[in-house]
């Protein structure tokens, strides 16, 4: 009989829950198998109503077939996650037109709680959080109302709201004590699929004012003491030393180690959490003293980081704001100057114009730099198509761009002029969020500058964007008015305090909480705990195992004792003798129905067990007179219990 | 007292042969101060069983045929002018009485049928504006016929509820009916019944059965029960109030008439069948299958 189970209303009771917990799925495996499974559900939905709708037997191994044809022309193999999400999503669909006793609600309530789970394969934000442990509550009801002999679903909520509450303090512990699971080892259940935007290692002419329009979030850096100022908040990213005139490109055949600078000026410590990002570039300010093992400074010296640049990952840099990097090899001498053409004779003039030749390189900077600011040129995120010549017809044509076109045109001024020169492409500014006490750097802030190498001196930074629009260094980039407008903005002249609306100080907040939840939750990896726990003072296995059960009891006992102080108030004692006696006549092929009266049990006992009449009786009329009778007597609990310790009966073969 | 009482219902499974749960159920009602429904054919004995009962305790008695054209007036009295003191006086009806038979009750028109289930309730007439209670003892056998049968206006579930009792009779046994064949006339052997129980002895077993002990963890049965019938989706609608009352006085009468001080879930289960049949399904006729899900499901220990 499958009375409780299979009703009407705690089938729509799952099916209800399953919809949600599948439901952001939909975002994430192919739509042909999130279509099979809503149509699986939706029939299954209407068969609760008709029941006749039911597919038989051949109409299942059909749909079956149907699902496994599915599945083989939506995926490329059998493995990964999105595969296996697919595989278990259809398999939960076809399993939902075969319920036909609790079994089966059993097993598609426990599959429903893997989907649940295969949610954070794709999503690890607290939003998902918070919606996958709503989800499992709506799932632990349903097991609630399956298992119950009557069905309400509040009081199924309310339960599987207190089990989850009662188990988060369990999960903590475990999350924050229990030996991490590293990612490389599930790593073949990734997919890299996913469209990253981000800098690349070719600048070409549109890449950075096509960020510039999102905000994203690139990386956020929280800092040990001061904060830079924005002059001095450029996020060093690719070297572009590379061109054929119209792109730039990242010379991957020298990504060898570099030698370090010599530093000076005041350290900025800092802690750099990177979003999953294209590359495995780490965006250091300029310029990176020291940094933890996992990152590695390559030639031009770029921080690169051995781990996969798709997760989230944190790292801790020190960065001073004043180097010297020495002298330059031949080899780098030429790759910095190299050109793919002549130069025109508009170059050469305005190069002759500006002293080139005969003042010194630091002059002729100088004097390049003037004629950026002096000229009429613009600072535009829309400048007109130059598929000719770009560097030419920006110089002297058209003269307004984006920050690569004033980067790359200074630096091929450069070239020309015989400095070493070349593009960097990063980020730079970021917006200060008061509330976390950090910096949020976003596409937005991309940004290209260049280097130039001088005597003495080594690399040195110049911004050319800075001589035409120095706002847009100065006060950083207004995101959401760029993005509004699709022109550029820049951030407000004074303080932030005037603009900082309600709403602004909310999205900051929000930010803050994110930023917490990625790298205190996200971010624990196993390094990450040992660091901590080593803190705690606990260096090894022993420790660690005395530390976890130690705080599994200090979790658990105070939750037991709370929940067995409870019942222990209507707990029977007569009842819990009378039992034991139950169960002794059990033994002996006896066993007491649950509707069954201790009167009408020791009716049917003595007439099935003649021999022990006598005790029975005595013993059932003592428990009636505990239980019921207003004349119990002090000693009645105590003579029970002896009887029931002497009862014994043949165990029944 | 208690041995007037056996004695009694042993003089009564003399007259009535092979009824003993019904009688029991009937005296029990009787004793819980309720009023009882039988609802069966015609002819298996549901005016012999109400006629015997009168007789046992010595109850004033008067039968009432309900007819399609019966006037509440017909039931409950009415003023009538006296020419001699020259103003109305009240005459009183055939309610007026101990024990009433109420015979076909589904014969008769909704009107007439709630003037009777009026005065059951309240225990009092009232008529033109004047009030006039009832004697007491007040116990009314209503008789119906099932609702299958033609030209009868079935209770509706509010008025059943004013019945603390529903039993079926059912055809006797093939022991029992080849007794009744062979026996004396039935009418003949309940006129010289003796009397058992006078009427003051009844009021004082009906404050006995008040007495008898309930403890708390039968308390959680009776609650348990009428928590399933009404989450149970098996029921149209769960036990009211009233007939959670209803239950645990006919449990303590049961008890009572059991010779125990104290109610046992038992007790509850024997009146189960006849004070919830009727309440959790109206036109239905199998009591004993109606509660059988609850007798199965709600745990006793």
């Known amino acids: ?653 | 007292m208690h041995e007037a009482l056996h004695q009694l219902l042993a003089c009564a499974d003399s007259v009535i042969l092979g009824k003993r749960t019904q009688i029991r159920l009937a005296v029990c009602c009787l004793l819980a101060k309720g009023h009882l429904l039988i609802e069966d054919i015609p002819g298996v004995g549901k005016t012999t069983l109400s006629h015997a009962l009168a007789h046992l305790f010595g109850l004033g008695y008067q039968r009432i045929q309900f007819t399609s054209d019966i006037l509440p007036a017909d039931i409950m009295g009415s003023a009538v002018f006296d020419s001699r003191q020259n103003s109305f006086s009240f005459r009183q009806g055939p309610l007026f009485n101990q024990m009433i038979l109420a015979d076909e009750i589904n014969r008769a028109t909704p009107k007439a049928q709630s003037a009777l289930l009026e005065a059951m309730e309240e225990r009092q007439v009232t008529v033109e504006g004047q009030t006039y209670p009832l004697p007491e003892p007040f116990f009314v056998i209503a008789t119906q016929n099932p609702s299958y049968q033609i030209g009868t206006f079935p209770l509706p579930e509010s008025q059943l509820d004013r019945f603390l009792m529903r039993i079926e009779l059912g055809y006797p046994s093939r022991q029992a009916e080849r007794e009744l064949l062979i026996g004396q006339p039935r009418h003949r052997l309940i006129k010289n019944l003796p009397v058992y129980l006078p009427a003051e002895q009844l009021a004082a077993l009906q404050h006995e059965v008040a007495g008898v002990h309930v403890a708390p963890a039968l308390l959680d049965y009776v609650l348990a029960i009428i928590d399933f019938t009404r989450h149970c989706d098996d029921y149209p609608c769960g036990l009211s109030p009233r007939a959670g009352l209803s239950l645990l006085a006919a449990a303590k009468a049961w008890a009572l008439m059991d010779q125990r001080g104290a109610v046992l879930p038992e007790d509850v289960q024997a009146v189960l069948p006849a004070v919830a049949g009727h309440r959790l399904s109206p036109g239905g006729r199998d009591s004993g299958a109606t509660v059988a899900p609850i007798l199965r499901q709600v745990a006793v220990l």
């Open chain 1, 1 to 653: 009989m499958m009375v409780g189970a299979l009703d009407r209303r705690g089938l729509s009771f799952l099916l209800g829950s399953l919809l949600l917990i599948t439901l952001p799925h939909g975002w994430h495996i192919p739509w042909p198998l999130f279509g099979f499974f809503a149509v699986m559900l939706v029939w299954r939905f209407m068969a609760v109503r008709y029941p006749g709708w039911l597919p038989k037997r051949w109409q299942l191994f059909l749909l079956t077939l149907l699902g496994v044809a599915l599945l083989l022309s939506q995926q490329r193999g059998v493995f990964g996650r999105d595969a296996g999400t697919g595989l278990i999503v259809v398999a939960l669909g076809l399993k939902l037109l075969e319920i036909r006793g609790r079994r089966d609600v059993l097993l598609v309530v426990y599959l429903a709680f893997i989907v649940a789970a295969s949610q954070f394969l794709y999503e690890q934000s607290i939003l998902m959080a918070g919606y996958i442990l709503l989800v499992c509550i709506l799932l632990l009801a349903t097991l609630i109302v399956q298992t119950a002999e009557r069905v309400e679903t509040r009081a199924a909520l309310k339960t599987a709201t207190a089990i989850v509450l009662q188990a988060l303090p369990l999960a903590l512990v475990l999350f924050v004590l229990f030996p991490r699971l590293e990612a490389p080892r599930w790593m073949w259940l990734a997919d890299d699929n996913k469209a990253l935007s981000g800098l690349s290692d070719t600048l070409e002419p549109g890449s950075i004012s096509d960020l510039s329009l999102s905000d994203e979030l690139v990386f956020r850096v929280r800092f040990e003491g001061d904060v830079p100022p924005p002059l001095l908040r450029y996020w060093r990213g690719a070297v572009y030393s590379r061109t054929d005139g119209v792109r730039w490109t990242v010379d991957s055949s020298r990504d060898t180690s570099a030698r370090p600078p010599e530093f000076s000026g005041d350290a900025y410590r800092y802690t750099l959490l990177m979003e999953p990002q294209k590359q495995n570039w780490v965006f250091g300010l300029e310029m990176p003293e020291s940094f933890g093992a996992g990152l590695r400074s390559i030639h031009g010296f770029q921080l690169r980081s051995d781990k996969r640049p798709a997760d989230r990952a944190e790292y801790k840099i020190v960065s001073r704001p004043f180097y010297n990097t020495g002298p330059l090899s031949p080899a780098d001498y030429r790759e910095n100057l190299q050109l793919p053409l002549a130069a025109s004779d508009r170059q050469l003039a305005l190069i002759k114009a500006l002293g080139g030749g005969n003042a010194s390189p630091e002059q002729f900077i100088q004097n390049l730099l003037n004629h950026f600011r002096r000229e009429a040129f613009f600072y535009t995120l829309a400048p007109p198509l130059m598929p000719e010549n770009p560097i030419d017809t920006f110089l002297f044509e058209t003269r307004s761009g984006f920050c690569s076109h004033y980067a790359a045109a200074f630096v091929y001024l450069l070239r020309i002029a015989k400095i070493p020169a070349r593009v960097i492409g990063g980020y730079q500014g970021g917006e200060f969020n008061k509330v976390g006490g950090f910096l949020e750097v976003r596409q937005a802030d991309a940004h290209a500058w260049a280097e130039a190498w001088l005597e003495n001196k080594g690399w040195v930074r110049f911004d050319p964007t800075a001589a035409v629009a120095p706002e847009r260094v100065e006060r950083g980039v207004n995101v959401d008015l760029q993005i509004a407008s699709g022109a550029v903005n820049f951030g407000p002249l004074t303080g932030d305090s005037a603009a900082l609306n309600w709403f602004k100080r909310g999205r900051q907040l929000w930010q803050s909480v994110d930023y917490n939840w990625q790298r205190w939750v996200i971010n624990y990896s196993g390094a990450n705990q040992m660091q901590f726990l080593r803190t705690l003072g606990i260096d090894g296995i022993s420790p660690l195992v005395k530390w976890l059960l130690g705080s599994l009891l200090a979790v658990t006992l105070p939750l037991a004792w709370w929940l067995l102080k409870k019942p222990a108030k209507t707990a029977d004692k007569p009842l819990l003798v009378y039992r034991r006696f139950c169960g002794k006549l059990a033994d002996a092929g006896v066993v007491i129905g649950q509707g069954e009266g201790a009167k009408d049990f020791a009716g049917r006992a003595q007439k099935q067990l003649p021999e022990l009449a006598g005790r029975i009786e005595q013993i059932s009329a003592l428990f009636i007179r505990l239980r019921y009778q207003a004349d119990a007597k002090a000693g009645d609990l105590q003579r029970l219990k002896n009887l029931v310790d002497a009862f014994s009966v043949k165990k029944r073969r």
